[in-house]
């Protein structure tokens, strides 16, 4: 369904770094932001392949929406990891030294280009949920965004993204399921690598 493709093209938009973290012992260890994090069993690393198509297809999906003196920032890529297409997690970053917006206006136009991107889906409609959220000694944005089917009122995909200034970088995490089991583990990963 076209919810998937469009909501994963509003937010990957990633380049490959080699040079920000390693995988250790069944660990994405990032020396950047000092982050270590679980990779799930029976789950796989995102390619750089589908991350580069990925980014092209979101790009010009989101230059759609974009006004016209907003450009779009290049993502460096920290990790990525699947069961399948609809269970995923992906991390990335990019420097935010912006001083024509404040991080929480950057929040406010991500969600709006988010809320603006799913508007155009036919027969779907979404439910979006923001707060704020202290995870270990940062604090983030959390934007989640439920995708129905607007025919039987069937849930068909849950994103999750997480966002926050971390040593002048938007540090950003995007959860993707269709499992409500896979989206708690997904979730409660990603929660407990920023608590040690």
């Given at each position: 369904m076209k919810i998937t493709i469009l909501l994963l093209l509003v937010?990957?938009?990633?380049?490959?770094?080699?040079?920000?973290g390693?995988?250790?012992k069944g660990n994405y260890v990032c020396n950047r932001f000092e982050w270590k994090i679980n990779i799930p069993k029976n789950y796989n690393l995102t390619k750089v392949q589908e991350l580069e198509t990925l980014e092209k297809k979101g790009n010009t999906e989101l230059k759609k929406n974009l006004p016209n003196n907003v450009t779009i920032q290049?993502?460096?890529?920290l990790i990525g990891f699947y069961l399948d297409s609809?269970?995923?997690f992906s991390a990335s970053?990019?420097?935010f030294n912006n001083k024509k917006i404040t991080f929480e206006e950057n929040e406010k136009m991500t969600l709006n280009l988010l809320k603006q991107s799913c508007s155009k889906i036919n027969n779907a409609k979404?439910?979006?949920?923001?707060?704020n959220v202290k995870i270990g000694k940062y604090n983030f944005h959390k934007i989640k965004v439920e995708g129905y089917n607007a025919s039987?009122?069937?849930?068909?995909?849950?994103?999750?993204?997480?966002?926050?200034?971390?040593?002048d970088h938007l540090f950003g995490v995007l959860i993707s399921y269709?499992?409500?089991?896979?989206?708690k583990l997904l979730e409660n990963n990603f929660l407990n690598s920023l608590k040690k």
């Open positions: 937010s990957i938009n990633y380049a490959f770094s080699q040079g920000n390693k995988i250790e290049n993502r460096t890529h609809k269970n995923t970053f990019n420097p979404f439910d979006f949920k923001t707060s039987n009122n069937q849930l068909v995909l849950t994103q999750i993204y997480y966002n926050s200034l971390i040593k269709n499992n409500e089991k896979e989206g």
